[in-house]
């Protein structure tokens, strides 16, 4: 079955410091990728997506994210994270062809000043 | 434009009970679909349409009905609500069936059924 994993459901870092969020998946084909950021009470917003071509991809907020096919992984990472950076941050995946986007159960990020 | 609206925010519903979640979208998207969110769960999908008439289940599709008689809107109905059904409810859309993986998301409705 498809699935998306994120291994880490809550991680607080310092103001500055730098970031990544782990996200692997598991498809048989070339999948595409999607990073999405919910602040609290809000809806999501796409911060970037990978569909082919390059494999480092940037997003909007100074996030970018590697697609690695030998390790199915697609991490987030931010040199250095600002305080409006707290928020949920989701991992989702879709294989070609499909209509559906299965997302990962989020990783909360706190950010301590 | 308006983006991705829905209604209502909030709805406290009592067991048994059936109500619609409203779901509009002003940016002529073909694609539109329903998830629900519960802590710890993600996001999952309950329905999903890729235009006007045409519409199909997704993971968690029990206890839920839809319709797309326009392109606009995408209404979700609970039939007869269960405390189960309990979550954040978010509609969302996007272009065409082939760029149907990004997808702008409306603000949520968030759902308590007694």
């Known amino acids: 079955a498809q699935s998306v994993t994120q291994p880490d459901i809550h991680i607080t870092v310092s103001e500055g410091a730098s970031l990544e969020l782990r996200c692997n998946y598991s498809y048989g084909a070339t999948p595409y990728l999607f990073w999405y950021v919910q602040s609290p009470g809000q809806g999501l917003q796409l911060l970037l997506k990978?569909?082919?071509?390059?494999?480092l991809v940037q997003g909007i907020k100074g996030f970018e994210a590697e697609f690695k096919r030998s390790q199915s992984s697609f991490n987030l990472r931010k040199p250095s994270v600002h305080w409006s950076d707290a928020a949920e941050y989701f991992c989702?995946?879709?294989?070609?062809?499909?209509?559906?986007?299965?997302f990962g159960k989020g990783t909360k990020l706190t950010v301590n000043p | 434009n308006a983006g991705v609206t829905q209604t209502p925010k909030f709805q406290v519903l009592k067991t048994g009970q059936s109500m619609t979640l409203q779901c509009a979208q002003d940016?002529?998207?073909?694609?539109m679909s329903w998830y629900r969110q519960d802590p710890g769960m993600g996001l999952r999908l309950i329905h999903y349409s890729v235009g006007a008439g045409i519409t199909d289940q997704g993971e968690v599709p029990n206890g839920y009905n839809v319709s797309r008689s326009t392109t606009e809107d995408f209404p979700l109905r609970l039939l007869s609500a269960a405390p189960s059904q309990t979550s954040v409810y978010f509609c969302a859309s996007s272009y065409s069936r082939a760029s149907a993986y990004e997808q702008y998301f409306g603000p949520g409705t968030r759902l308590t059924v007694t």
């Open positions: 940016m002529n998207h073909e694609y």
């Open positions: 990978y569909f082919s071509g390059d494999t």
């Open positions: 989702a995946v879709v294989q070609g062809g499909s209509e559906k986007l299965v």
